[in-house]
């Protein structure tokens, strides 16, 4: 879990300091294959955060954690139409549905 979340941070950065080349690296991450582990990742998360205890610690952070992991995707997809198609196709999107279902 705490790799995940360090692995978010970092992407999250690249999108910080990196405005201008966010396309690029948009593009690069979704060739690396990080398209569906991230999806996973959201899930986890999200049910994790959702069987913790309301208003506990635990379950805060994992709400921190999933909320980054939406940011990134959120990034991901307004970034360029062939990475938004596959999210389509590599089952993020369907990820995020079942996630707020």
Do not use: N, Y
Not at 19 to 42: E, H, M, Y
Not at 88 to 96: N, P
């Amino acid at each position: 879990h705490e790799l995940v979340a360090i692995g978010v941070e970092c992407i999250l950065q690249v999108f910080v300091w990196q405005s201008a080349r966010t396309r690029d690296f948009c593009r690069l991450f979704v060739k690396s294959g990080i398209l569906r582990p991230l999806g996973q990742a959201f899930e986890q998360l999200k049910s994790r955060a959702s069987a913790a205890p309301r208003g506990s610690p635990a379950g805060a952070a994992e709400w921190a954690d999933a909320s980054k992991v939406a940011q990134v995707m959120a990034h991901l997809s307004r970034s360029d139409q062939a990475v938004a198609e596959r999210m389509a196709v590599e089952g993020v999107l369907a990820a995020i549905l079942g996630a707020l279902q």
